[in-house]
Antibody, heavy 120, light 110 residues
Framework: QVQLQQWGAGLLKPSETLSLTCAVY????????WSWIRQPPGKGLEWIGE???????IYNPSLKSRITISVDTSKNQFSLKLTSVTAADTAVYYC??????????????WGQGALVTVSS | QSALTQPASVSGSPGQSITISCTGT?????????VSWYQQHPGEAPKLMIF???DRPSGVSNRFSGSKSGTTASLTISGLQAEDEADYYC??????????FGGGTKVTVL
């Protein structure tokens, strides 16, 4: 398993862009898919999207128009940008990883989570 | 994509067994044995408990077991303990090559 450490701005105004980064420690960066998952206060988990080391992405269709997930292999980091945020985007955002193996559709490492609040 | 359906809460006494259901569709749970379960204690990140419907990661107690029938997956916790009180989420791969979570179930140990 890898260790994930994430950071980013915690307070945004409506219409601003959310930006979070997750650093990966241990393991082979090219052996995983790197995901973002969010959890509104008191609510369930929502998969946002993922990227591999080559930069290939898959996004949640409900968020696709506002999301960009990118990767920096030189730093073993990946990032999330979510544009035009509203109060509905207030959530704890987690980075997570799943192994790049056939059928490995589960997350075995998670970041510590970062609360992002959208408020005017 | 719609979230998988889980009961909002399940409770049991210490030592009892409880089962949490996770209902999807033929586009996710019903078509793939790629259902996973996560345990989340307050203020913590989720922890993987079950993957591929019924497999346990190393270090997870064998009191946790998973199964699937049709479009419904289930997580059973046997010999319920106080430390099992947490929120539990199921997840499934989908035919759109995405992942979807359930709404979560709060487990209370009476």
């Amino acid at each position: 398993q890898v260790q994930l450490q994430q950071w980013g701005a915690g307070l945004l105004k409506p219409s601003e862009t959310l930006s979070l980064t997750c650093a990966v420690y241990g393991g082979s960066f090219s052996s995983y898919y790197w995901s973002w998952i969010r959890q509104p206060p008191g609510k369930g988990l929502e998969w946002i999207g993922e990227i591999n080391h080559r930069g290939s992405t898959i996004y949640n269709p409900s968020l696709k128009s506002r999301i960009t997930i990118s990767v920096d292999t030189s730093k073993n980091q990946f990032s999330l940008k979510l544009t035009s945020v509203t109060a509905a985007d207030t959530a704890v955002y987690y980075c997570a990883s799943r192994q790049q193996l056939p059928g490995a559709y589960y997350f075995d490492s998670w970041g510590q989570g970062a609360l992002v609040t959208v408020s005017s | 994509q719609s979230a998988l359906t889980q009961p909002a809460s399940v409770s049991g006494s210490p030592g009892q067994s409880i089962t949490i259901s996770c209902t999807g569709t033929s586009s996710n749970v019903g078509s793939y044995n790629y259902v996973s379960w996560y345990q989340q204690h307050p203020g913590e990140a989720p922890k993987l408990m079950i993957f591929d419907v019924s497999d346990r990661p190393s270090g997870v107690s064998n009191r946790f077991s998973g199964s699937k029938s049709g479009t419904t997956a289930s997580l059973t916790i046997s010999g319920l303990q106080a430390e099992d009180e947490a929120d539990y989420y199921c997840s499934s791969y989908t035919s759109s090559n995405t992942l979807v979570f359930g709404g979560g179930t709060k487990v209370t140990v009476l």
